[in-house]
């Protein structure tokens, strides 16, 4: 007589192997998600840079200094995965036209700034850990 079904022992190692499986795709999965986020942030900056290439073509400089967003021709609305978009001061920042700041997460992994220079160079700067710029970029 011929018993139907699995063993516990082959049910286990199908239970092992899944774990395997999945102690590998899901930091892969967070770091994808991570990388979406990140390309809302370097959508806004760009938008901020043309805003800020339209301004200095209008009166010969960045908006700097007390400038603030409601000074630029652009509505980036609420940004859903970062704080509001801040404008910068080239003078002080040499270059630095626009940074923004990633929302507050969870023990605050993965929080780092994004800067846009007026030459569209986007920089990441770490702010938790673990270091989250190194595979956004």
């Given at each position: 007589?011929?018993?139907?079904?699995?063993?516990?022992l082959?049910?286990?190692i199908v239970i092992v192997i899944l774990g395997i499986l999945a102690s590998f795709a899901l930091p892969q999965y967070f770091r994808a998600a991570e990388r979406a986020r990140f390309a809302e942030g370097v959508?806004?900056?760009?938008?901020f840079r043309s805003s800020q290439i339209r301004y200095k073509a209008e009166r010969g400089?960045?908006?700097g200094g007390l400038c603030t967003t409601a000074n630029l021709d652009v509505d980036v609305g609420t940004p859903k995965f970062f704080a509001a978009p801040s404008v910068q001061n080239?003078?002080?920042l040499p270059g630095v036209i626009a940074t923004i700041v990633r929302n507050a997460t969870q023990n605050n992994y993965n929080q780092y700034t994004l800067t846009i220079t007026d030459d569209g160079t986007i920089a990441c700067t770490d702010a938790g850990a673990p270091a989250a710029c190194a595979f956004l970029q």
């Open positions: 007589m011929r018993k139907k079904g699995f063993t516990l082959e049910l286990i959508s806004l900056l760009g938008a400089v960045f908006c080239p003078v002080v």
